[in-house]
């Protein structure tokens, strides 16, 4: 009967000693080698690698610019992180529909002005309309005072003239100061003036029809203080603000929010718009077209009232 065995022959007495020993020259050659090979390489060669290693895993992903010096973006500074704003002209100026600015510092009587500015004369002529009760464009509602303008489309500069005082001087000796209320739209060319009747006849007979005139701003003695009102259906949550009876031209309206100071945008129908309602009901600052800066304080969320105030920019 036969026996079945597993594995090989039984090794040699002291074989497996010289297996040890030859293995263990064999590693030590190699390492010998491995050591000659690293030396004959290139200087810097290993350095050289983690570098580029280094440098690939820096590299921008978004946008930025390039270094001169290495051809390579750089990391493009990080925007400041701010909180949304209500959304203009800081100052903005945005269109209606636009976001709010921020605005630290009253805008320069020069950026301010626009088209109509202290000191410059316009030449143009002047037409007659009838005014009904007053109102216009500019949203003020009846006028006690009938001496009144409608300012032409390019002049009114959408609604950026409403409630300026312009001294007006005709061709025969006649001058009138009007306030503008109202828009002349489009044929009425730049420098023309549409007067309210009870005006131009202070200039002229109405059968002449159009009259050459030149104009100028002016700053009156004014009045009373000025007054802001909320328009209809403002809220907490939606709010648009107008500035009635200042002397000189309004060149923005900002409100103080949690964020600071917000410059509204002015609607062409002459209201300051919180289309989110931030800083609605809260502190106003006020700022005419020669940099002047009105404050003014608990002005409530109470809408189509006219809530009149304690200051009125200085006269020019």
């Not at 100061?177 to 131009?200: H, K, M, W, Y």
């Not at 100028?216 to 603000?241: E, M, V």
């Amino acid at each position: 009967m036969s026996t079945t065995k597993h594995g090989g022959s039984r090794p040699r007495r002291g074989w497996g000693r010289r297996r040890a020993v030859r293995i263990s020259l064999m590693l030590t050659a190699l390492g010998v080698l491995a050591c000659l090979a690293v030396a004959l390489l290139p200087s810097g060669g290993a350095d050289t690698g983690r570098v580029t290693g280094a440098a690939v895993a820096a590299a921008p992903t978004g946008s930025g610019s390039v270094d001169p010096e290495i051809g390579a973006p750089t990391a493009a500074a990080p925007s400041p992180v701010t909180s949304p704003p209500p959304s203009h002209p800081t100052t903005a100026t945005p269109s209606a529909s636009g976001s709010p600015r921020s605005a630290s510092a009253a805008p320069s009587a020069a950026s301010a002005a626009g088209r109509i500015r202290p000191g410059v004369g316009r030449q143009g002529v002047a037409t007659a309309y009838e005014a009904g009760d007053g109102n216009g464009a500019c949203l003020y509602g009846p006028s006690a005072d009938m001496m009144i303008a409608a300012m032409n489309h390019t002049d009114y500069e959408s609604s950026r003239a409403c409630g300026a005082h312009v001294q007006v001087r005709a061709a025969n000796g006649a001058s009138i100061t009007v306030r503008i209320v109202n828009e002349c739209p489009l044929p009425c060319a730049p420098g023309q003036l549409d007067l309210s009747q009870q005006a131009f006849a202070k200039l002229a007979d109405l059968r002449v029809g159009r009259l050459p005139i030149t104009w100028t701003l002016l700053s009156p003695a004014a009045p009373d203080p000025l007054s802001l009102r909320y328009k209809t259906g403002s809220s907490r949550y939606w709010c648009a603000l107008q500035v009635i009876g200042h002397r000189n031209p309004v060149a923005a309206l900002e409100v103080r929010t949690g964020g600071g100071w917000w410059q509204l945008p002015r609607t062409d129908y002459n209201y300051f718009l919180a289309a989110d309602g931030n800083g609605c009901g809260g502190t106003v600052r006020i700022t005419d077209i020669y940099g002047e800066q009105l404050t003014v304080a608990g002005i409530a969320v109470k809408p189509d009232v006219i809530q009149p105030t304690r200051v009125q920019f200085a006269r020019h």
